[in-house]
Nanobody, 127 residues
Framework: QVQLVESGGGLVQAGDSLRLSCAAS????????MGWFRQAPGNEREFVST????????YSIDAVNGRFTISRDKEKNTIYLQMNSLRPEDTAVYYC????????????????????WGQGTQVTVSS
């Protein structure tokens, strides 16, 4: 009953910025956290950033901390990922995810804590 629709991916040059959006919809669902993951060809899906739904506190991996910012609009059930100073190594398919269960973790850092996933949006950063 939960659908995640991602948008905002594209092809940019190194140093450019991009903003991803993910809108969650459904008749009935609860949200404990939402987050962003990414997966490059041949690599495992990697956690990038998460936001706690109740209070909006965020956590991001060191590789993007200071460049990427996750945010939410609670009324719209939407999260964003503002990506600045993009690098070629940021190239990946970016996936939005929603955690609908209280896992006991302060931050949801693993894919197993998210029950619902978007289809992914391609981000390509050229040199």
């Amino acid at each position: 009953q939960v659908q995640l629709v991602e948008s905002g991916g594209g092809l940019v040059q190194a140093g450019d910025s991009l903003r991803l959006s993910c809108a969650a919809s459904g008749r009935t669902f609860s949200t404990y956290a939402m987050g962003w993951f990414r997966q490059a060809p041949g690599n495992e899906r990697e956690f990038v950033s998460t936001i706690r739904w109740r209070d909006g506190r965020t956590y991001s991996i060191d590789a993007v901390n200071g460049r990427f910012t996750i945010s939410r609009d609670k009324e719209k059930n939407t999260i964003y990922l503002q990506m600045n100073s993009l690098r070629p190594e940021d190239t990946a398919v970016y996936y939005c995810a929603l955690g609908a269960t209280d896992t006991g973790s302060y931050y949801y850092l693993t894919r197993h804590e998210y029950e619902h996933w978007g289809q992914g949006t391609q981000v390509t950063v050229s040199s």
